[in-house]
Each structure stands twice: as C-alpha cells, then as structure tokens.
C-alpha cells in the first residue's frame, strides 16, 4: 500500500478542476484496499472513492483519503439461471468499455448499448448507468463491497441496490458508506438486439456496413438487413463520437443535469404553455422532460460562466474552458438551475457527483 500525501488531482477528473487530495492512495487489489482503509481508521481519515473522474464534480480540495480503486480481472462464472445466460464478474478497477468489449468479443451479449461510456466498472452501479434505452439494472446480478468503517465485504443483489434513474442505494442511504470491488452482470450468449431508441434505429437503418455474412443467428432484422450486437455498439459508439464532445479536447463530465420526472397534469400544464415540449411517460405514471430542452429553449447553450461555459451544440454539457474552479462550475450551473426553476417551475438536479465543500453554493 502506498499513501501520498497532496498529491493533484487535476489529471484525475474529465472536468480538470483542479483540487488536491490531502492523502491518496491507488489501491491494485482487495488487499491494498482494505489496509488502505484500515489506515484510513486507524487515523481517523474520511474516505473518498475515485473511479475515473468522469462523474465528479471537485469543489475544493479533499480532506481525507482518496482512494482510487485499479483493480484489474475479468471473470466468466456460472450459468445463470436460464440455460442461455451467462453471469460476467468484473473487478471495480476495469475500464467499463474494454468490459463491454471484451464481452462482446466472447459472445456475450447484452451491453452492447452502453459502449463508450466513461468510466469504470466499480462505478458503473452507483448512478446506475444509462444510454440508448438500456441501464446497467437491466443486466444486474449482484456486486460485492467493502464497507468503509469496518472493512467487510458485503454483497448487495438487485434489489439491495434499489437502482433508478441515475439513482442507487450507493448515491442515497448508503452514500460514502462501500467500496464497490466487483460487480455481477447476466449476459446472453442469444443475440438479442434492442434498437428501440429512436437515434439508435435511425443511425443503423442508414449505415452502409451491415453485413450479412458476420450476423449470428438470432440477430435482429432492420428492414432487409440484419443487426448483431457488434454492429449495435459500433453505431453507439459512432454516434456518442460524433454527439458528445471529448473530455480531453473540451474537459466535461457527461450530462451535468438528470432530466427531471414530473407528473402528467403538471406536463400537460406546461404543454399549454409550450407546445413543444416534449414528455416521456414513465412506468409510475410521470413524464419525463428532456432537461436539455429547458436548457436550450431558456437560451444557456454557449453561455459562458467564468472560465466555463454551457457547450454550444449540447445543452447538458458543462466544459472547462481552462482554469476553471469547481465552485465557477457549480456557480454557472446553480444560475442555470434557478433561471430554469423560475421559468418553468421546474427544479434541475446535477448528475454528478460533488466530491469536497460547496461552501456557500
Ligand atoms: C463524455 C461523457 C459521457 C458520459 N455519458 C454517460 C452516459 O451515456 N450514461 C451515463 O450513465 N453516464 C455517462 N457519463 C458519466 C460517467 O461516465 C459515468 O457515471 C461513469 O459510471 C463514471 O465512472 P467513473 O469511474 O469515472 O466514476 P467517478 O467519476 O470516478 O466516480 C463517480 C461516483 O462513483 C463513486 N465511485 C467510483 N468508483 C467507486 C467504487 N469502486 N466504489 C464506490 N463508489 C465509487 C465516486 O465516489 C463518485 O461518487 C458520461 C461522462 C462523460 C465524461
């Protein structure tokens, strides 16, 4: 185990605010990790997990140990429970998409549409990732744990999580509370595409590469051609290329605001105001909003803040536009919030997660 003392974080986090961690440690197996945390008690330390940094938000310097998990394995297990399942375990520290590729690669399929989202795996369940009509709920077994103040391992199932949009058990009650070290996914060895998601099914309805002869059996039929799994994570992939801005040319964190969930009264108010306004009906009865509309009807897109500024072409997305603070970024994002609230009576949440104080914000 290797504790540093004020080591940068800067390099750490897609946004590239800047902030310190007042003792860091990059912990390469369970063992490193649970005498990180004994140290992290023994000296009265509070903790901090950092995956990637792509869904991080510094808005000081962290006190305490920061904690970055590497931890590396790829693991097929046991069947699962129907003849065609298989159960894939992944350590915390593996890149999310070298995880979906690998799978894919091994005919396994069934995360084809959350290819390219940043990240690793051990962070993966915490908002309960999302893209293109799939959540990691949908393929979710299980997940193994330490907890923080005692070092034992726990192991929370599906439900344990209680996942929703963007949302887990490890973002709510559980909050700063586990260490997630593995996490247990139910994969097909089936094809079973889903490219219900209107983008999706429109960037693969035009794409010149479909190709018969590579198809298993059971792909799904797209007009005349016929779409397998590694052509659905190819066209995710190209479309997250061409839509989202990349964090090391323009640092960002992703979408910076959830899309709020209000009820069908509430929307079909606001349709008579707006028109336009579109509305996803949930299962419980809510609609929700594409927070990016708001943004974009309010006229925040290209916006700036100090040092920052609301991207031209995407109004969820935040950028560093170099040398910003994460206090200047929560301070644009605290005016877009209010502007929004006032206009439309409609509250924002930030999807990130803020790690350090926000002092006065
Ligand atoms: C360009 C871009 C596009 C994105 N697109 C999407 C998208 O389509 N869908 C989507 O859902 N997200 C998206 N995101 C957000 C981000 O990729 C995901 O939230 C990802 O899971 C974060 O992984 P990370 O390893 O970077 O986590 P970090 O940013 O390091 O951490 C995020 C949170 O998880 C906690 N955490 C991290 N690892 C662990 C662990 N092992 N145990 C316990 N807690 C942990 C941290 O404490 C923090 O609270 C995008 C981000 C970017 C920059």
Not at 247 to 257: D, E, H, K, R, V
């Amino acid at each position: 185990m290797n504790i540093k003392a004020n080591v940068s974080l800067h390099a750490l986090n897609t946004l590239a605010l800047p902030g310190q961690a007042e003792f860091f440690s990059r912990v390469h197996n369970n063992d490193e990790l649970a005498e990180a945390l004994a140290y992290a008690q023994a000296h009265k330390l509070k903790v901090t997990v950092l995956g990637g940094g792509s869904n991080v938000i510094l808005a000081s310097n962290i006190s305490g140990l920061v904690i970055q998990v590497a931890t590396r394995g790829i693991e097929r297990c046991e069947q699962g429970d129907h003849s065609k399942t298989l159960h894939w375990t992944a350590a915390a520290g593996e890149n999310w998409h070298q995880f979906v590729q690998h799978t894919l690669a091994e005919k396994s399929y069934g995360l084809e549409n959350l290819s390219l989202i940043p990240g690793l795996v051990g962070a993966a369940p915490i908002q309960n990732i999302g893209a293109y009509g799939l959540e990691i709920s949908d393929r979710f077994v299980s997940l193994q744990a330490l907890e923080i103040s005692t070092g034992k391992t726990v192991r929370f199932s599906k439900s344990d999580c209680q996942f929703g949009y963007r949302e887990s058990v490890f973002k709510q009650a559980a909050a700063g509370q586990f260490v997630v070290t593995s996490v247990t996914l139910a994969l097909s060895e089936q094809p079973n595409v889903d490219i219900s998601y209107p983008a999706l099914a429109a960037a693969l309805s035009t794409t010149s590469d479909i190709r018969q002869s590579s198809v298993p059996e059971g792909a799904l039929s797209l007009g005349s051609a016929q779409i397998s799994p590694q052509q659905v994570s190819e066209a995710v992939c190209r479309i997250r290329e061409q839509k989202l801005p990349d964090p090391t040319l323009q640092p960002n964190a992703g979408s910076f605001f959830k899309n709020p969930v209000i009820s069908k009264d509430r929307w079909q108010q606001l349709r008579g105001k707006y028109p336009e306004l579109p509305g996803y009906p949930q299962l419980d009865g809510g609609v929700k909003l594409p927070a990016a509309w708001l943004i974009d009807q309010a006229g925040w897109k290209g916006a700036a803040g100090q040092g920052c500024s609301v991207h031209r072409e995407h109004a969820l997305v935040l950028v560093n536009n170099g040398g910003c603070s994460g206090r200047q970024l929560l301070q644009l994002a605290e005016d877009i919030i209010v502007d929004i609230e006032r206009r439309f009576g409609i509250l924002l949440a930030i999807e990130p997660q803020v790690l350090g104080l926000r002092g006065s914000l």
